[in-house]
């Protein structure tokens, strides 16, 4: 079992709908979660963190995280075609000793 | 300017040759990371320093050498180049394991 999993899509969502990205994860005494954004050919960018369960909010973008079921997801309201990039779920696992990532999300976004 | 930065950008050598990528940041970060996209997109640690002590080194040939000259700077030498070693490099840096930031990255073709 992969430490972190995600569906690597690509995933077509029509422009001004909401995005749906998801991520489990195996190491059920995880503390950090965080969301990158990779457009291709650049770096990834921080987009998320989340800690606690629950839902965190900020502009267009909504983490959720869900321990029991080690689960986090990422929602994007509203989507743009500027929101096409590849999804990157990151989680820092019990030993945090180090940053795993899933292996993405592409998101395309059509007009 | 820059808060994490690598160099070279682009990298094309010939198999057997040695070659350096070097990543300064900015941040005031004590931990530092070197991480190895594929083609396929999947960002896999290589190394992890912090407070210029290496913690993490995962299965990696030990033709790569990273060197930590100080707490700013996290270089990465390679030996004997190998085809399969093509991929895109990618510097990060973190306060303790937290959130990383990462560099431009440094795209390696061995020919």
């Known amino acids: 079992q992969k430490e972190v999993e995600q569906n690597s899509g690509p995933l077509s969502v029509p422009e001004g709908a909401i995005a749906s990205l998801n991520c489990t994860y195996s190491?059920?005494?995880?503390?950090?979660f965080f969301w990158y954004r990779q457009y291709s050919g650049k770096s990834p960018e921080l987009i998320m963190s989340?800690?606690?369960?629950g839902d965190k909010e900020d502009g267009r973008f909504t983490a959720q995280l869900n321990k029991a079921s080690q689960y986090v997801s990422l929602l994007i309201r509203d989507s743009q075609p500027s929101d096409s990039a590849t999804y990157l779920c990151?989680?820092?696992?019990?030993?945090?000793?180090?940053?795993?990532f899933g292996s993405g999300t592409r998101l395309s976004i059509r007009p | 300017d820059t808060a994490v930065s690598q160099t070279p950008k682009y990298l094309v050598t010939q198999m057997g040759n040695d070659k350096s990528i070097k990543c300064e940041q900015n941040?005031?970060?004590?931990?530092m990371y070197w991480y190895k996209q594929d083609s396929k997109k999947f960002l896999k640690i290589m190394f992890s320093?912090?407070?210029?002590?290496?913690?993490i080194n995962e299965t990696v040939p030990n033709r790569f050498s990273p060197k930590s000259p100080d707490k700013a700077h996290l270089n990465l030498h390679i030996n004997s180049l190998e085809l399969g070693d093509s991929a895109v490099y990618f510097c990060?840096?973190?306060?303790?394991?937290?959130?990383?930031?990462f560099g431009q990255g440094t795209r390696l073709t061995v020919v």
């Open positions: 990060a840096s973190s306060h303790d394991v937290t959130e990383a930031f």
């Open positions: 941040l005031g970060h004590d931990t």
């Open positions: 989340i800690y606690s369960n």
């Open positions: 190491d059920r005494g995880s503390q950090s």
């Open positions: 990151a989680v820092i696992g019990s030993s945090a000793s180090k940053i795993i």
């Open positions: 320093y912090n407070n210029k002590e290496l913690i």
